[in-house]
Protein backbone atom coordinates (compact mmCIF):
# COMPACT_ATOMS: atom_id res chain seq x y z
CA UNK A 1 0.00 0.00 0.00
CA UNK A 2 1.36 3.07 -0.95
CA UNK A 3 2.38 6.02 1.73
CA UNK A 4 -0.20 8.81 3.20
CA UNK A 5 1.82 11.18 1.75
CA UNK A 6 1.41 9.83 -1.54
CA UNK A 7 -1.85 9.70 -1.01
CA UNK A 8 -2.97 12.90 0.19
CA UNK A 9 -0.91 14.12 -2.90
CA UNK A 10 -2.71 12.30 -5.29
CA UNK A 11 -6.12 13.61 -3.10
CA UNK A 12 -5.01 16.90 -3.99
CA UNK A 13 -4.92 16.72 -7.17
CA UNK A 14 -8.39 15.25 -7.24
CA UNK A 15 -9.71 17.77 -5.72
CA UNK A 16 -8.27 20.17 -8.02
CA UNK A 17 -9.41 18.68 -10.96
CA UNK A 18 -13.39 17.80 -9.17
CA UNK A 19 -13.46 21.63 -8.78
CA UNK A 20 -13.83 22.44 -12.34
CA UNK A 21 -15.91 19.99 -13.16
CA UNK A 22 -19.76 20.64 -14.12
CA UNK A 23 -22.77 19.57 -11.75
CA UNK A 24 -24.38 17.27 -14.73
CA UNK A 25 -20.92 14.93 -14.78
CA UNK A 26 -21.09 14.63 -11.03
CA UNK A 27 -24.73 13.89 -11.03
CA UNK A 28 -23.78 11.13 -13.58
CA UNK A 29 -21.03 10.06 -11.37
CA UNK A 30 -23.42 9.62 -8.58
CA UNK A 31 -25.99 7.42 -10.27
CA UNK A 32 -23.35 5.55 -11.66
CA UNK A 33 -22.07 4.96 -8.25
CA UNK A 34 -25.61 3.58 -6.98
CA UNK A 35 -25.88 1.60 -9.88
CA UNK A 36 -22.32 -0.05 -9.35
CA UNK A 37 -23.25 -0.87 -6.32
CA UNK A 38 -26.00 -2.58 -6.88
CA UNK A 39 -24.36 -4.70 -9.44
CA UNK A 40 -21.68 -5.48 -6.98
CA UNK A 41 -23.68 -6.10 -4.51
CA UNK A 42 -22.65 -10.25 -4.38
CA UNK A 43 -19.17 -8.91 -3.48
CA UNK A 44 -20.13 -6.57 -1.00
CA UNK A 45 -22.72 -8.80 0.85
CA UNK A 46 -19.41 -11.17 1.28
CA UNK A 47 -16.87 -8.66 2.50
CA UNK A 48 -19.69 -7.96 5.45
CA UNK A 49 -20.19 -11.92 5.93
CA UNK A 50 -16.31 -11.48 6.65
CA UNK A 51 -16.66 -8.38 9.00
CA UNK A 52 -19.78 -9.80 11.27
CA UNK A 53 -18.25 -13.27 11.59
CA UNK A 54 -14.93 -11.43 12.96
CA UNK A 55 -17.41 -9.20 15.19
CA UNK A 56 -19.60 -12.17 16.34
CA UNK A 57 -16.24 -13.87 17.75
CA UNK A 58 -14.36 -10.61 19.16
CA UNK A 59 -18.66 -10.38 21.22
CA UNK A 60 -19.12 -6.91 19.57
CA UNK A 61 -22.45 -5.88 21.32
CA UNK A 62 -25.50 -6.87 19.39
CA UNK A 63 -26.36 -2.59 18.70
CA UNK A 64 -22.94 -2.55 17.27
CA UNK A 65 -23.54 -5.65 14.97
CA UNK A 66 -26.56 -4.19 14.02
CA UNK A 67 -24.66 -0.68 12.63
CA UNK A 68 -21.86 -2.89 11.42
CA UNK A 69 -24.19 -5.14 9.21
CA UNK A 70 -24.51 -4.12 5.46
CA UNK A 71 -27.55 -6.16 3.68
CA UNK A 72 -29.96 -5.47 0.82
CA UNK A 73 -31.91 -2.83 3.07
CA UNK A 74 -28.87 -0.68 3.50
CA UNK A 75 -28.10 -1.03 0.09
CA UNK A 76 -31.65 -0.36 -1.15
CA UNK A 77 -30.75 3.15 1.46
CA UNK A 78 -27.63 4.03 0.41
CA UNK A 79 -28.86 3.99 -3.03
CA UNK A 80 -31.73 6.51 -2.52
CA UNK A 81 -29.43 8.51 -1.29
CA UNK A 82 -26.96 8.58 -4.27
CA UNK A 83 -30.09 9.22 -6.38
CA UNK A 84 -31.67 11.99 -4.09
CA UNK A 85 -28.26 13.57 -3.99
CA UNK A 86 -27.60 13.71 -7.27
CA UNK A 87 -31.13 15.69 -7.41
CA UNK A 88 -29.88 18.14 -4.98
CA UNK A 89 -28.80 21.74 -6.80
CA UNK A 90 -24.93 22.55 -7.49
CA UNK A 91 -23.52 23.50 -3.75
CA UNK A 92 -20.19 25.29 -5.84
CA UNK A 93 -20.24 27.84 -7.68
CA UNK A 94 -22.99 29.51 -6.21
CA UNK A 95 -23.39 33.37 -5.50
CA UNK A 96 -24.35 34.37 -1.75
CA UNK A 97 -22.95 37.87 -2.50
CA UNK A 98 -22.90 40.57 -5.43
CA UNK A 99 -21.74 44.22 -4.16
CA UNK A 100 -20.16 46.75 -6.76
CA UNK A 101 -16.99 48.63 -4.93
CA UNK A 102 -16.45 51.68 -7.53
CA UNK A 103 -17.93 51.62 -10.93
CA UNK A 104 -17.34 49.31 -13.02
CA UNK A 105 -15.75 47.06 -10.44
CA UNK A 106 -17.77 44.16 -8.76
CA UNK A 107 -17.34 41.75 -6.08
CA UNK A 108 -18.92 38.17 -5.85
CA UNK A 109 -18.85 36.02 -3.09
CA UNK A 110 -19.40 32.22 -4.35
CA UNK A 111 -19.19 29.37 -2.77
CA UNK A 112 -16.42 26.68 -3.56
CA UNK A 113 -14.95 23.47 -1.92
CA UNK A 114 -12.96 23.01 0.99
CA UNK A 115 -10.28 20.80 -1.20
CA UNK A 116 -9.15 17.95 0.97
CA UNK A 117 -10.89 16.21 3.98
CA UNK A 118 -9.85 13.47 6.25
CA UNK A 119 -12.65 11.86 8.01
CA UNK A 120 -12.47 9.36 10.68
CA UNK A 121 -15.92 7.58 11.52
CA UNK A 122 -17.47 4.55 13.45
CA UNK A 123 -18.19 0.99 12.09
CA UNK A 124 -21.07 1.51 9.93
CA UNK A 125 -20.08 1.48 6.38
CA UNK A 126 -23.40 3.12 4.97
CA UNK A 127 -21.44 6.30 6.20
CA UNK A 128 -18.45 5.79 3.80
CA UNK A 129 -21.22 6.00 1.04
CA UNK A 130 -22.52 8.95 2.53
CA UNK A 131 -19.36 10.85 3.25
CA UNK A 132 -17.69 9.94 -0.27
CA UNK A 133 -20.68 10.89 -2.22
CA UNK A 134 -21.29 14.19 -0.73
CA UNK A 135 -17.50 14.71 -1.13
CA UNK A 136 -17.90 13.99 -4.94
CA UNK A 137 -20.46 16.35 -4.82
CA UNK A 138 -19.25 18.89 -3.43
CA UNK A 139 -15.71 18.90 -5.34
CA UNK A 140 -13.77 17.55 -2.53
CA UNK A 141 -11.24 14.65 -1.94
CA UNK A 142 -11.91 12.71 1.11
CA UNK A 143 -9.38 10.10 2.96
CA UNK A 144 -11.29 7.82 4.58
CA UNK A 145 -10.61 5.89 7.71
CA UNK A 146 -13.46 3.67 9.11
CA UNK A 147 -13.67 1.17 12.21
CA UNK A 148 -11.32 -1.47 11.99
CA UNK A 149 -14.35 -4.22 12.57
CA UNK A 150 -15.82 -3.04 8.93
CA UNK A 151 -12.24 -2.98 7.28
CA UNK A 152 -13.40 -5.76 4.50
CA UNK A 153 -16.87 -4.29 3.75
CA UNK A 154 -15.32 -0.58 3.32
CA UNK A 155 -12.54 -2.27 1.16
CA UNK A 156 -15.16 -3.33 -1.20
CA UNK A 157 -17.49 -0.43 -0.98
CA UNK A 158 -14.92 1.84 -1.47
CA UNK A 159 -13.04 -0.19 -4.68
CA UNK A 160 -16.64 0.13 -6.07
CA UNK A 161 -17.21 4.40 -5.88
CA UNK A 162 -13.20 4.91 -7.38
CA UNK A 163 -14.18 2.42 -10.01
CA UNK A 164 -17.43 4.07 -10.83
CA UNK A 165 -16.00 7.19 -10.53
CA UNK A 166 -13.44 6.83 -13.36
CA UNK A 167 -15.76 5.04 -14.99
CA UNK A 168 -17.89 8.37 -15.47
CA UNK A 169 -14.36 10.35 -16.27
CA UNK A 170 -13.83 11.51 -12.93
CA UNK A 171 -10.62 11.18 -10.78
CA UNK A 172 -10.83 7.94 -8.98
CA UNK A 173 -8.88 9.01 -6.21
CA UNK A 174 -11.30 11.86 -4.86
CA UNK A 175 -11.76 8.53 -2.88
CA UNK A 176 -8.93 6.33 -0.72
CA UNK A 177 -9.18 4.19 2.29
CA UNK A 178 -7.26 4.40 5.29
CA UNK A 179 -6.89 1.40 6.68
CA UNK A 180 -4.57 1.68 10.06
CA UNK A 181 -3.92 3.86 13.27
CA UNK A 182 -0.28 4.79 11.74
CA UNK A 183 -2.16 6.18 8.95
CA UNK A 184 -4.35 8.57 10.72
CA UNK A 185 -1.08 9.31 12.83
CA UNK A 186 0.22 10.45 9.62
CA UNK A 187 -2.70 11.88 8.05
CA UNK A 188 -2.62 14.75 11.26
CA UNK A 189 1.01 15.76 10.04
CA UNK A 190 -0.14 16.40 6.34
CA UNK A 191 -1.27 19.84 7.25
CA UNK A 192 0.42 20.87 3.63
CA UNK A 193 -1.98 18.61 1.99
CA UNK A 194 -5.28 18.33 4.08
CA UNK A 195 -7.49 21.07 5.01
CA UNK A 196 -10.16 20.00 7.33
CA UNK A 197 -10.05 16.57 9.45
CA UNK A 198 -13.70 15.51 10.44
CA UNK A 199 -13.12 12.82 13.43
CA UNK A 200 -17.01 10.82 14.01
CA UNK A 201 -16.29 9.42 18.30
CA UNK A 202 -16.07 10.11 21.76
CA UNK A 203 -15.73 14.06 23.21
CA UNK A 204 -11.92 12.56 23.84
CA UNK A 205 -11.50 11.00 20.98
CA UNK A 206 -12.12 14.20 19.22
CA UNK A 207 -10.30 16.36 22.07
CA UNK A 208 -7.30 13.94 20.66
CA UNK A 209 -7.33 14.44 17.26
CA UNK A 210 -7.29 18.25 17.87
CA UNK A 211 -3.92 17.99 19.86
CA UNK A 212 -2.39 16.20 17.81
CA UNK A 213 -2.89 17.95 14.51
CA UNK A 214 -2.11 21.43 13.08
CA UNK A 215 -5.12 20.49 10.48
CA UNK A 216 -8.39 22.43 11.38
CA UNK A 217 -10.77 19.81 13.20
CA UNK A 218 -14.42 19.78 12.76
CA UNK A 219 -15.95 17.69 15.52
CA UNK A 220 -19.04 15.44 15.28
CA UNK A 221 -18.48 14.03 19.15
CA UNK A 222 -20.91 12.07 21.51
CA UNK A 223 -25.06 12.29 21.11
CA UNK A 224 -26.19 12.28 24.69
CA UNK A 225 -29.83 13.76 23.50
CA UNK A 226 -32.53 14.51 25.77
CA UNK A 227 -36.21 14.29 25.57
CA UNK A 228 -38.17 16.39 28.06
CA UNK A 229 -41.68 15.74 28.97
CA UNK A 230 -43.44 19.06 30.20
CA UNK A 231 -46.44 19.48 32.94
CA UNK A 232 -48.18 20.46 29.45
CA UNK A 233 -47.42 17.33 27.45
CA UNK A 234 -50.16 14.65 26.05
CA UNK A 235 -48.79 11.60 28.17
CA UNK A 236 -49.74 9.19 25.14
CA UNK A 237 -47.76 10.91 23.12
CA UNK A 238 -44.77 11.69 25.29
CA UNK A 239 -44.33 7.76 25.89
CA UNK A 240 -44.81 7.22 21.89
CA UNK A 241 -41.88 9.57 21.38
CA UNK A 242 -39.70 8.68 24.15
CA UNK A 243 -40.02 4.84 22.69
CA UNK A 244 -39.42 6.11 19.55
CA UNK A 245 -36.24 8.40 20.60
CA UNK A 246 -34.85 5.43 22.75
CA UNK A 247 -35.50 2.23 21.15
CA UNK A 248 -36.10 2.73 16.99
CA UNK A 249 -32.18 1.77 17.07
CA UNK A 250 -30.27 2.31 20.04
CA UNK A 251 -26.75 2.47 18.20
CA UNK A 252 -26.92 5.66 16.49
CA UNK A 253 -26.16 9.04 17.99
CA UNK A 254 -29.28 10.75 17.71
CA UNK A 255 -31.04 8.26 19.91
CA UNK A 256 -32.34 9.68 23.48
CA UNK A 257 -29.97 8.63 26.27
CA UNK A 258 -31.40 10.82 29.20
CA UNK A 259 -35.38 11.23 29.28
CA UNK A 260 -36.52 14.24 32.20
CA UNK A 261 -39.78 14.88 33.43
CA UNK A 262 -41.62 17.41 35.12
CA UNK A 263 -42.49 16.25 38.74
CA UNK A 264 -46.13 17.62 38.29
CA UNK A 265 -47.14 14.62 35.50
CA UNK A 266 -44.23 12.09 36.90
CA UNK A 267 -46.78 9.94 38.29
CA UNK A 268 -49.40 9.90 35.68
CA UNK A 269 -46.23 9.13 33.09
CA UNK A 270 -43.95 7.14 34.83
CA UNK A 271 -45.74 3.14 35.27
CA UNK A 272 -46.84 3.67 31.30
CA UNK A 273 -43.27 4.68 30.14
CA UNK A 274 -41.36 1.41 32.23
CA UNK A 275 -44.28 -0.94 30.53
CA UNK A 276 -43.95 0.78 26.94
CA UNK A 277 -39.81 0.65 27.47
CA UNK A 278 -40.01 -2.94 29.12
CA UNK A 279 -41.67 -4.15 25.80
CA UNK A 280 -38.90 -3.29 24.09
CA UNK A 281 -36.37 -4.13 26.21
CA UNK A 282 -34.82 -1.02 27.71
CA UNK A 283 -33.32 -1.24 31.36
CA UNK A 284 -34.35 2.00 32.66
CA UNK A 285 -31.82 3.89 35.45
CA UNK A 286 -33.81 6.80 37.80
CA UNK A 287 -33.09 9.14 40.15
CA UNK A 288 -34.36 9.07 43.61
CA UNK A 289 -37.32 10.52 42.84
CA UNK A 290 -38.13 8.14 39.59
CA UNK A 291 -37.30 5.30 42.20
CA UNK A 292 -40.00 6.51 44.83
CA UNK A 293 -42.10 6.17 41.67
CA UNK A 294 -41.70 2.95 39.46
CA UNK A 295 -38.40 0.24 40.78
CA UNK A 296 -35.74 0.84 38.43
CA UNK A 297 -32.16 0.46 39.36
CA UNK A 298 -30.04 3.90 40.25
CA UNK A 299 -28.39 6.19 38.39
CA UNK A 300 -25.44 7.88 39.26
CA UNK A 301 -24.33 11.22 38.14
CA UNK A 302 -21.73 9.72 34.97
CA UNK A 303 -25.45 8.25 33.55
CA UNK A 304 -25.85 11.91 32.92
CA UNK A 305 -23.66 12.26 31.02
CA UNK A 306 -23.15 8.74 29.54
CA UNK A 307 -23.42 7.92 25.21
CA UNK A 308 -25.13 4.49 25.77
CA UNK A 309 -25.72 2.96 22.80
CA UNK A 310 -27.39 0.72 23.96
CA UNK A 311 -30.83 -0.63 25.87
CA UNK A 312 -30.24 1.60 28.94
CA UNK A 313 -32.36 5.02 29.48
CA UNK A 314 -31.44 7.23 32.06
CA UNK A 315 -35.03 9.17 33.77
CA UNK A 316 -34.70 11.93 36.19
CA UNK A 317 -37.71 14.26 37.57
CA UNK A 318 -36.98 17.94 37.33
CA UNK A 319 -38.85 20.82 39.32
CA UNK A 320 -39.76 22.56 36.06
CA UNK A 321 -38.68 23.88 32.76
CA UNK A 322 -35.65 25.63 33.75
CA UNK A 323 -34.07 22.48 35.89
CA UNK A 324 -34.64 20.76 32.49
CA UNK A 325 -32.87 23.13 30.96
CA UNK A 326 -30.27 23.66 32.95
CA UNK A 327 -29.76 19.85 33.34
CA UNK A 328 -29.13 19.46 29.45
CA UNK A 329 -27.02 22.33 28.77
CA UNK A 330 -24.47 21.01 31.72
CA UNK A 331 -24.95 17.69 30.92
CA UNK A 332 -25.58 16.97 27.01
CA UNK A 333 -23.42 17.08 24.21
CA UNK A 334 -25.08 19.58 22.05
CA UNK A 335 -26.57 17.43 20.01
CA UNK A 336 -29.89 17.10 19.80
CA UNK A 337 -32.94 17.42 22.35
CA UNK A 338 -36.48 17.92 22.58
CA UNK A 339 -39.78 18.86 24.69
CA UNK A 340 -43.32 17.33 24.41
CA UNK A 341 -45.70 19.68 25.44
CA UNK A 342 -48.47 21.48 24.26
CA UNK A 343 -47.81 25.05 25.92
CA UNK A 344 -46.35 27.61 23.20
CA UNK A 345 -44.48 29.73 25.94
CA UNK A 346 -42.92 26.57 27.60
CA UNK A 347 -42.08 24.94 24.16
CA UNK A 348 -40.24 28.56 23.05
CA UNK A 349 -38.01 29.23 25.78
CA UNK A 350 -36.85 25.73 25.76
CA UNK A 351 -35.78 26.14 22.06
CA UNK A 352 -34.55 29.43 22.49
CA UNK A 353 -32.49 28.09 25.31
CA UNK A 354 -31.10 25.07 24.82
CA UNK A 355 -27.92 25.05 23.40
CA UNK A 356 -27.44 22.29 21.11
CA UNK A 357 -27.71 21.94 17.52
CA UNK A 358 -31.24 20.37 16.89
CA UNK A 359 -33.50 21.57 18.98
CA UNK A 360 -37.55 19.69 19.11
CA UNK A 361 -40.84 20.41 20.16
CA UNK A 362 -43.12 17.28 19.71
CA UNK A 363 -41.34 14.71 17.91
CA UNK A 364 -38.79 12.24 17.83
CA UNK A 365 -34.75 13.28 18.33
CA UNK A 366 -34.38 10.30 15.47
CA UNK A 367 -35.08 13.00 12.97
CA UNK A 368 -31.69 14.68 13.69
CA UNK A 369 -30.55 13.31 10.50
CA UNK A 370 -28.91 14.80 6.92
CA UNK A 371 -31.02 12.06 4.43
CA UNK A 372 -34.30 13.22 6.59
CA UNK A 373 -33.34 17.14 6.30
CA UNK A 374 -33.47 16.81 3.09
CA UNK A 375 -29.36 17.29 2.72
CA UNK A 376 -29.12 13.94 0.71
CA UNK A 377 -26.81 12.41 3.23
CA UNK A 378 -24.40 13.52 5.72
CA UNK A 379 -20.89 13.32 6.89
CA UNK A 380 -21.63 13.15 10.17
CA UNK A 381 -23.63 16.03 13.24
CA UNK A 382 -21.85 18.51 14.19
CA UNK A 383 -22.04 19.66 17.78
CA UNK A 384 -19.74 22.63 17.71
CA UNK A 385 -21.09 26.23 16.39
CA UNK A 386 -17.93 27.33 13.82
CA UNK A 387 -18.27 26.49 10.24
CA UNK A 388 -21.52 23.72 10.55
CA UNK A 389 -23.75 22.60 12.82
CA UNK A 390 -26.02 19.95 12.85
CA UNK A 391 -26.44 17.26 10.30
CA UNK A 392 -23.11 18.19 8.15
CA UNK A 393 -24.27 17.67 4.20
CA UNK A 394 -23.19 19.88 1.17
CA UNK A 395 -23.04 23.35 2.62
CA UNK A 396 -20.77 22.13 5.05
CA UNK A 397 -18.71 21.04 3.20
CA UNK A 398 -18.02 24.28 0.91
CA UNK A 399 -15.91 27.29 1.69
CA UNK A 400 -16.38 30.80 -0.38
CA UNK A 401 -14.12 32.61 -2.23
CA UNK A 402 -14.10 36.26 -3.46
CA UNK A 403 -14.09 36.94 -7.30
CA UNK A 404 -13.38 40.60 -7.99
CA UNK A 405 -14.18 41.41 -11.46
CA UNK A 406 -12.55 44.83 -12.64
CA UNK A 407 -11.93 46.93 -15.73
CA UNK A 408 -8.32 48.84 -15.15
CA UNK A 409 -9.39 50.32 -12.00
CA UNK A 410 -6.07 51.08 -9.80
CA UNK A 411 -6.18 51.96 -5.94
CA UNK A 412 -4.06 55.32 -6.56
CA UNK A 413 -7.63 56.42 -8.08
CA UNK A 414 -9.50 55.66 -4.85
CA UNK A 415 -6.36 57.58 -3.28
CA UNK A 416 -6.56 60.01 -5.16
CA UNK A 417 -10.22 60.59 -5.06
CA UNK A 418 -10.86 60.15 -8.69
CA UNK A 419 -13.15 57.53 -7.99
CA UNK A 420 -15.59 56.84 -5.06
CA UNK A 421 -16.59 53.86 -3.44
CA UNK A 422 -19.97 53.48 -4.45
CA UNK A 423 -20.86 49.47 -2.13
CA UNK A 424 -23.76 49.15 -4.38
CA UNK A 425 -25.69 45.87 -3.68
CA UNK A 426 -26.41 43.95 -7.17
CA UNK A 427 -29.25 41.19 -7.68
CA UNK A 428 -26.65 39.35 -10.08
CA UNK A 429 -24.91 36.20 -9.91
CA UNK A 430 -21.15 36.07 -10.69
CA UNK A 431 -20.68 35.94 -14.42
CA UNK A 432 -17.53 33.57 -14.24
CA UNK A 433 -18.94 31.01 -12.71
CA UNK A 434 -20.50 28.81 -15.65
CA UNK A 435 -18.21 25.99 -16.08
CA UNK A 436 -16.56 26.44 -20.26
CA UNK A 437 -14.50 23.48 -20.33
CA UNK A 438 -11.48 24.96 -18.18
CA UNK A 439 -10.90 28.22 -21.21
CA UNK A 440 -10.30 26.34 -23.98
Excluded at 26 to 38: D, H, I, K, S, Y
Aim: hydrophobic share 45%.
Amino acid sequence: MMDLHHMAALAREAAWSLAATPIEARNRALTAMAEALEDSKAEIFSANEKDLAQAERDQLAAPLLGRLRFGAEKLRQVSEGLYALAELPDPIGQTTMARELTEGLRLYQVTCPIGVIGVIFESRPDALVQIASLALKSGNAVLLKGGREALHTNAALCAVLRQAAEKAGLPRDFAQLLESREDVAAMLKEDGLIDLIIPRGSNAFVRYIMDNSRIPVLGHADGVCHVYVDKAADVPMAIRIAVDSKAQNVAVCNAMETLLVHRDIAEALLPALMTAMTDKHVRLLGDERVRAIIPVEAATEEDWRTEYLDYVLSIRVVDDLAAAIDHINRYGSHHTDCIVTADDEAAQAFLARVDSAGVYRNVSTRFADGFVYGFGAEVGIATGKIHARGPMGLEGLTTYKYKLLGSGQLMAEMKRGERRYTHRTLNESCPMDAFDGGGK
